[in-house]
C-alpha cells in the first residue's frame, strides 16, 4: 500500500524526502495553473520549531514554480502567534529574499497582495 501523504494548507505535515518530493512535484503542477498565486504565511502551522533555514528552501521553491508575479507574503496571524512573533516572520521573509531586486521584492511584500485582492 502507498504511503498517505499528509499536507496542511498546501504544506507537507511530514518532512521527509519522499513527502517533500511529492509536495515539489504537486507545487509546480499547480503553478501550471495560470490562475493561481501563492500566498507564503502560516509556516509555523506544520513546522512549529521554525528557523529561516527550515522554511527556506519552502519559501524559495514556491517563488521559483509561481515566480515573483504570483507570489505574495501574509501573515497567520493571530494563530501563528502560538509559534513565533509577527516580526520574526517578516524578518525571515526579508532574509529569504534578501538576494531578490527591490522591485522583486516589491511585488511580493506588497504589490502582488494588492493587484489580487483588489485593494
Do not use: Q
Not at 504565511?41 to 515566480?67: C, K, Q, Y
Not at 508575479?69 to 509559534?83: H, I, K, L, Y
Not at 517578516?90 to 485582492?117: L, Q
Request: proline share 3%; glycine share 6%.
Amino acid at each position: 500500500m502507498a504511503a498517505i501523504s499528509r499536507r496542511r494548507a498546501g504544506m507537507p505535515a511530514d518532512r521527509d524526502e519522499e513527502n517533500v518530493d511529492g509536495w515539489r512535484k504537486a507545487i509546480v503542477r499547480l503553478a501550471g495553473c495560470p490562475n493561481a498565486v501563492a500566498k507564503i504565511s502560516g509556516l509555523a502551522m506544520v513546522d512549529w520549531n521554525w528557523t529561516v533555514e527550515s522554511i527556506r528552501p519552502f519559501v524559495l521553491h514556491l517563488i521559483e514554480a509561481f515566480g515573483v508575479g504570483r507570489c505574495m507574503f501574509g501573515s497567520n496571524f493571530p494563530v501563528d502567534s502560538a509559534r513565533s512573533s509577527y516580526g520574526a516572520v517578516w524578518r525571515a521573509f526579508d532574509e529569504i529574499t534578501s538576494d531578490f531586486s527591490v522591485d522583486e521584492r516589491v511585488k511580493m511584500f506588497h504589490r502582488n497582495a494588492k493587484k489580487y485582492y483588489r485593494i
